[in-house]
């Protein structure tokens, strides 16, 4: 078995690191398994991608396609043009992708057509939201999959209504819960609450939420980014909120004019306590930093996917500044409330969540384990042999 595994934008870093592990246990135990490591090149600033590499482990790309940004169809025409080459070369038993990113679905279905297997992880998530570029990746990904792992029980229900044999689909787990759970001690010793001037005297720590906002549907139209800020702004009154800004937003903020609305931080040079105040915006931050930020928040806003399942298994109350959610097990079973994007409805759940009463933990979603990666690998190995 040749696995060619692919990684091309941000989250699929911490997803992918899990699984590369179990495949080389597996193979020092005799299983016999090469791998092969396939960076597209989708992301390529040091902060979106080089230091996420570093802080989870993972092992260097074998090859980067160094594809870039650009539109949609030029992004992903250029991976399945480079990925074809590789695959051609390196000759495959299986490729391996993870999410709903452009880089899965482009590699996904150069696979395909060559006859390669196609493993997909994270398979079966439907936002029923087909205005998303990530929904048409997951659907798309899905139809062609050979070997599908799903994350939660909805997952499984949404490909078996799409017509995907019962036999193709595995119930595994999270590999981003996987991550998770192996560098949260490590992320304790992250010094950024201190960088942000957030820590006080005896240890204590300045209440203060974290914001993140990429999606093209929310920052890409200036009315509708503009009244989430209008809301964020209203929280930040009396709740300092943290905002590590993604470079998509990042230029759209200074598109709008909103730049003023933001205190900008330099990490480096640390900011006194008193200053922790209004919403305060970072570079992008690293695993690790990241990771420390969300544990000790009093609330998470957000329309990222993968940050609605970390919340919930940090237990930390999660507000999604969107309409749907393709991970519906984060609001039965975790944290999250879907918010929508206006303002009113913004400002009820953030206040209902911060003074949500903590109680006793709750119960991780099935799976949430940890295992998912040896869950994964373990599967494929078996079905080999059948
Ligand atoms: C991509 C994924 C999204 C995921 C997100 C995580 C798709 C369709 N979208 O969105 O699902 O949640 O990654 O971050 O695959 N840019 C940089 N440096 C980089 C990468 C991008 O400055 O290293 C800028 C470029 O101006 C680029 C823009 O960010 O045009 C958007 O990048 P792109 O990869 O197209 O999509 P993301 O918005 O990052």
Not at 230 to 246: D, R, Y
Not at 307 to 313: D, F, G, S
Request: charged share 25%; net charge negative; with cysteine.
């Amino acid at each position: 078995m040749k696995i060619l595994n692919v990684v091309g934008a941000r989250p699929n870093f911490m997803k992918i690191g899990p699984i590369i592990d179990a495949i080389r246990v597996r193979s020092h135990g005799g299983e016999g398994i090469e791998q092969f490591l396939v960076h597209t090149g989708q992301h390529y600033d040091r902060q979106l991608s080089a230091l996420f590499f570093e802080q989870l482990g993972i092992p260097a790309p074998d090859v980067n396609l160094e594809v870039g940004s650009g539109s949609h169809a030029v992004q992903t025409a250029e991976i399945m043009t480079r990925f074809e080459t590789v695959c051609l070369e390196q000759k495959p038993s299986h490729v391996l992708v993870v999410g709903d990113v452009n880089s899965t679905i482009a590699c996904a279905l150069v696979a395909a057509k060559l006859g390669i297997r196609v493993v997909h992880v994270e398979a079966g998530l439907r936002s029923f939201d087909r205005t998303m570029p990530e929904e048409i990746n997951r659907i798309l990904t899905d139809a062609i999959a050979d070997e599908l792992f799903t994350t939660e029980q909805s997952a499984n229900e949404n490909l078996r209504r799409e017509g995907i044999p019962d036999s193709k689909v595995h119930f595994v787990g999270n590999v981003m819960i996987d991550s998770l759970l192996r560098h949260r001690r490590k992320a304790e010793e992250s010094s950024i609450l201190k960088d942000l001037g957030l820590t006080g005297g005896n240890h204590g720590i300045t209440p203060y939420g974290v914001l993140t906002l990429h999606r093209a549907a929310t920052v890409d139209d200036p009315d509708r980014f503009r009244e989430i800020l209008e809301a964020v702004l209203e929280v930040s009154k009396g709740l300092p909120i943290v905002f590590p800004v993604h470079p998509r937003t990042k230029s759209r903020i200074a598109a709008f004019g909103f730049h003023g609305d933001f205190r900008w931080a330099q990490l480096s040079a640390g900011t006194p306590t008193e200053n922790a105040r209004g919403i305060i915006a970072v570079e992008p931050l690293g695993y690790l930093d990241f990771l420390r930020l969300m544990s000790s928040a009093r609330v998470v806003l957000t329309d990222s996917g993968g940050i609605q399942e970390e919340t919930t298994i940090l237990d930390i109350p999660c507000v999604t500044l969107r309409e749907s959610t393709e991970r519906p097990v984060t609001v039965e079973q975790g944290t999250n409330v879907l918010a929508g994007i206006r303002k009113r409805d913004i400002l009820t759940h953030v206040q209902a969540q911060l003074e949500r009463p903590r109680t006793a933990r709750r119960s991780a979603p099935p799976l949430w384990d940890g295992k998912a990666a040896e869950r994964i690998v373990d599967q494929l190995i078996k079905s080999v042999r059948e």
